[in-house]
């Protein structure tokens, strides 16, 4: 099926490919894990090994089959879009989604456009219409689930919303931002002060995105299975 930008077998277009392996064609067995979000997920500045993705998905290998479907600048509007575009090549079981920040938007005109908070065409937004377009979002993630029968997960790149979704299995305390540095008596002669950065030096280090990927696990690693 196929309406305008959105269809149920293929990908968004990226310009920067997906960090993954190849769908085509899919191999047997194993549950599809798709895990959706913006630059956070996809990892800009780091290596293949060193995002967060890659930490969680050494968890439960035998079962799970783990699908890095973030890209750079994505919206809450483009996430959603990602998730119905694989039903028909991944067919996920299971859901995480990183949250981007929530003041973006995917402008859908003669091109589909990834617009950031800062752009000049989002300057009628505010803290309501954020709010609501990233619940709207949240709403067709957890309908899609309901009706594929997948189980959801929810976290976030660098803001939390966590919030506004109670009830849902969602990491409330931590994000990717905020969970380096931190102090650790077992490992830790002196205080980190600094974040870790990417080779990019804007997004965050292969610190932050491991212990992140720790943080989830901690909280969700029974009910990845």
């Known amino acids: 099926m196929e309406f305008g930008y959105y269809r149920d077998d293929g990908l968004p277009e990226s310009a920067h ?11 047997d067995g194993k549950k599809n894990v798709v895990v959706l979000g913006c630059s956070h ?9 060193q995002h967060w993705v890659h930490f969680l ?16 600048g994505a919206s809450a509007d483009k996430v959603v879009r990602t998730l119905y575009g694989c039903q028909k090549i ?7 989604v990183c949250w981007p920040f929530w003041g973006r938007r995917e402008r859908l005109g003669s091109y589909a456009q990834s617009l950031v908070s800062q752009d000049e065409q989002l300057k009628t937004e505010d803290d309501d219409t954020d709010r609501n377009n990233f619940l709207k979002n949240v709403f067709f993630v957890e309908k899609y689930a309901e009706q594929h ?24 305390d931590y994000t990717i931002k905020n969970c380096w540095p931190y102090w650790n008596k077992f490992e830790q002669r002196e205080h980190y002060n600094e974040p870790s950065l990417a080779a990019d030096g804007e997004h965050y280090g292969v610190d932050h995105h491991k212990r992140f990927a720790e943080l989830f696990l901690e909280k969700f690693k ?4």
């Open 90 to 96: 991944i067919d996920p079981r299971i859901i995480i």
């Open 17 to 27: 490919g997906w960090r993954c392996p190849s769908w085509t064609s899919m191999p």
């Open 41 to 49: 997920t996809w990892g800009v500045g780091l290596e293949d090994n």
């Open 57 to 72: 998905s050494h968890h439960n290998t035998e079962r799970l089959r783990y699908w890095n479907l973030g890209q750079p």
């Open 222 to 225: 029974s009910k990845l299975r």
């Open 149 to 172: 029968q997948c189980r959801t997960f929810h976290c976030f790149a660098q803001d939390n919303y966590a919030e506004h979704i109670e009830g849902l299995n969602v990491l409330e």
